[in-house]
């Protein structure tokens, strides 16, 4: 067999997970953006201390768990007490949950750097808080978070390859038994190095030229 | 006839240390009151205070009869403020525009959101503003494009968008480059020539004299000395108000 069709071979498994890969990492993104700006909008404009405190307290356990202890709590942990998730959701409820942690603290950088005097110009004006919020604070905040948002992107896409521990059916897992019955190891990991650069690629050149210094 | 604002005896600490120690003055209509004195002596403070953007320890706050802040003897929330902070409009030194949103947009924005005027009113409303401080040539414009004086002259736009009845400036030339601060000025004196009531922070202590009815000199929280503009500037009677016109004049 040539060794260019041995790696169409490769490619072709491989690809059978990248629709689950990409998934998994669209689903988990939307559902960890939605909480992270829940989250900061609450713990950077509410006024309960005792959520304040939950909210750190959530941010900081989902820091400091690995994501696969995660997974496991939540696809093994929950299966032994009788509520069972398929892989797939286990990895996205997962990834979202440890996520939102991650972007919550995006957003309140993005908060936290805007002058006192855009919410104080607003309010003069006779906004409500609210309105103080949605239209003023929350489209810069949201723009200066976008950069570091899109690198969190790519990381959560590479994470990904993780939820394969639980038997989500993603490039690595395929990856895995295609090694298990091959042993081509190094040409599967290659393509599958090659496979997730070019997965992010689109999301790596969208952060890059936010950065500042380099010109779009 | 009342006052269109009157202030009694308004105290604010921030922790141990008071910074108005009870200041009470009226504002009739139509008239324009300059507040000047030494840095940290509470203008600033005095000012923010009555549309509650800080709020006050003690004392009261009167607008057109109507008590600002307080409702049924309990403090209203920023939501409840909202509507009495759209009467008064607000320009301030580092001008504070919103940098995500055109100039036009800038002055418009609170028309529609606030009042609730459509989209069009609040466009011809917003272009009829900018012409008051000749920036029409710049209504597309981000802000971030614009001058210190030009981003000034639109924070004043947008605050005549609102129909205050009382319009609050706090030192808006400090932060200009000597050049832009004429152009601003001007406007004022537009503005006042219109008859609006306004209350001015400032250091430029000719533009005072030139353009309020009243002075009030501010000094370690307390209103020292009051009067009208030219004899109050001209000649001093408290010994403070001297040391401080003295020193301002080099
Ligand atoms: N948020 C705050 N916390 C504590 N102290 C404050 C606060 N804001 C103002 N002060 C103090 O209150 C005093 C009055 O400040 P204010 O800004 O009103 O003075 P000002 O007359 O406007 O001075 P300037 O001419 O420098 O603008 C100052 O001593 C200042 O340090
Ligand atoms: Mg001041």
């Keep these: ?216 | 006839m009342n006052p269109l604002l009157s202030v009694t005896g308004l105290t604010k600490s921030y922790g141990a240390v008071e910074v108005l120690k009870g200041i009470d003055f009226d504002v009739a209509a139509g008239e324009k009151i300059a507040l000047i004195g030494p840095s940290g002596s509470g203008k600033s403070t005095c000012l923010r205070c009555l549309n509650f953007l800080e709020k006050p320890s003690a004392g009261a706050i009167h607008l057109d009869g109507e008590r600002i802040g307080v409702r049924l003897g309990r403090p209203m929330s920023d939501r409840q403020l909202a509507p009495q902070r759209a009467e008064m409009g607000m320009v301030f030194q580092l001008f504070n525009l919103w940098p995500h949103l055109s100039v036009t947009e800038n002055v418009a924005i609170a028309a529609r959101k606030v009042r609730g005027l459509p989209a069009k009113e609040a466009q011809e409303l917003a272009l009829d503003m900018l012409a008051k401080v000749h920036m029409t040539h710049r209504a597309d414009a981000s802000p971030l494009e614009l001058s210190g004086g030009q981003q000034q002259r639109v924070a004043i736009a947008r605050a005549l968008a609102q129909k205050p009845k009382l319009m609050l400036f706090d030192e808006l030339t400090s932060a200009l480059d000597p050049e832009l601060v004429h152009e601003v000025l001007k406007v004022m004196e537009e503005l006042a020539a219109e008859g609006r009531t306004m209350l001015i922070v400032t250091h430029e202590i000719a533009f005072a004299r030139d353009i309020a009815d009243r002075v009030l000199f501010l000094d370690g929280g307390r209103i020292v000395e009051q009067g009208p503009a030219r004899a109050l500037i001209l000649s001093p009677r408290e010994p403070r108000t001297q040391a401080f016109l003295r020193q301002i004049r080099h």
């Design chain 1, 1 to 216: 067999m040539s060794g260019l069709s041995t790696f169409t071979m490769i490619l072709e498994g491989l690809l059978a997970g990248a629709g689950v890969t990409v998934a998994v990492t669209l689903a988990s993104l939307l559902l960890s953006v939605s909480l992270g700006f829940l989250l900061a909008i609450v713990r950077q404009f509410g006024k309960r201390r005792m959520l304040h405190a939950l909210i750190d307290a959530y941010c900081e356990i989902m820091r400091n768990i690995p994501a696969l202890t995660h997974l496991f709590i939540l696809y093994f942990g929950l299966a032994s007490i009788g509520f069972r998730l398929s892989s797939i959701s286990a990895a996205i409820l997962g990834l979202g949950l440890i996520g939102g942690a991650i972007t919550c603290d995006l957003f309140r950088a993005g908060f936290a750097a805007l002058p006192k005097g855009q919410a104080e110009a607003a309010l003069a004006v006779g906004f409500t808080p609210y309105r103080t919020i949605v239209d003023i604070l929350t489209p810069q905040a949201m723009r200066i978070a976008l950069p570091s948002l899109g690198n969190y992107a790519v990381q959560l896409l590479k994470d990904t390859s993780i939820v394969s521990a639980i038997a989500a059916p993603e490039i690595m897992f395929y990856a895995r038994s295609m090694v298990t019955s091959s042993f081509q190891t190094t040409l599967i990991y290659s393509t599958v190095a090659i496979l997730y650069l070019a997965l992010a690629l689109p999301l790596m050149r969208r952060s890059a030229c936010s950065k500042p210094g380099t010109r779009g």
